[in-house]
């Protein structure tokens, strides 16, 4: 179908003009008068109008199909590999967010069993200490006593009430030999003044000791402030 819409000369008209065209059968110079400045205007329409309308339906039927061209399979073609790699891109990235959820899913489990875990070793570093402290207190308490029997704990030896001992009761540690010997003397006496002394000869005796008084013992082994 031509892309010119044009009025076409009626058939009778156009040959009316083609006949004033033709020049005279005996091949005489047509006389010059016959054609007239307006007819001679239609006649050059005319023809116009003919070449129009030949090259038009000349175009309609010649033009190609672009989509048939080369050029268009090669755009067709590099539209569909294009298209082919986004998807297979899309594909890869799909796959890929698949594995990142599973990982980072996977990665919060364990971060919340190491959360749980550590909690319970911060419990169990708490009891720890807790008995820990409780172990030194006794540990001091034991030390402390095992001091102050130690402070309060004399051998042989004479010792000076108020100064090297305190006053008080003290006790033999355990059962005493037959050469056991104690004595009590007033301090600075030199022994000299014996206030109170004893050859046991066995058993665990006892002496109550004051200020002012030096206790001297022999062979008898500790004894312990009561």
Not at 191 to 219: C, H, M, W, Y
Request: net charge neutral; hydrophobic share 35%; with cysteine.
């Amino acid at each position: 179908m031509s892309n010119f819409e044009t009025e076409p000369a009626p058939a009778a008209h156009i040959k009316d003009v083609m006949n004033e065209a033709k020049p005279p059968s005996d091949g005489a110079e047509p006389p010059t008068a016959r054609v007239k400045p307006g007819r001679k205007k239609r006649i050059f329409t005319a023809v116009a109008v003919l070449a129009l309308l030949a090259g038009a339906t000349a175009v309609g039927t010649t033009l190609p199909d672009p989509k048939s061209s080369d050029a268009y399979a090669s755009l067709a073609g590099e539209k569909a590999s294009i298209e082919s790699e986004r998807d297979s891109a899309k594909s890869s990235y799909e796959s890929m967010k698949s594995k990142y959820d599973t990982l980072q899913n996977g990665m919060a489990a364990r971060e919340a069993k190491v959360t749980a875990r550590e909690t319970e070793v911060g419990k169990a570093d708490a009891a720890v200490k807790t008995a820990e402290a409780a172990v030194k207190v006794r540990e001091e308490a034991v030390t402390g006593a095992e001091k102050t029997k130690a402070a309060n704990t004399i051998g042989d030896g004479t010792w000076t009430v108020g100064k090297d001992i305190e006053a008080g009761t003290y006790r033999a540690a355990a059962d005493v030999g037959s050469s056991c010997y104690w004595g009590i003397y007033a301090t600075g006496s030199n022994g000299s003044n014996i206030i109170e002394n004893d050859l046991p000869g066995g058993g665990r005796p006892t002496v109550a000791l004051s200020g002012g008084q030096d206790f001297k013992s022999t062979r008898c082994g500790k004894w312990e402030k009561q």
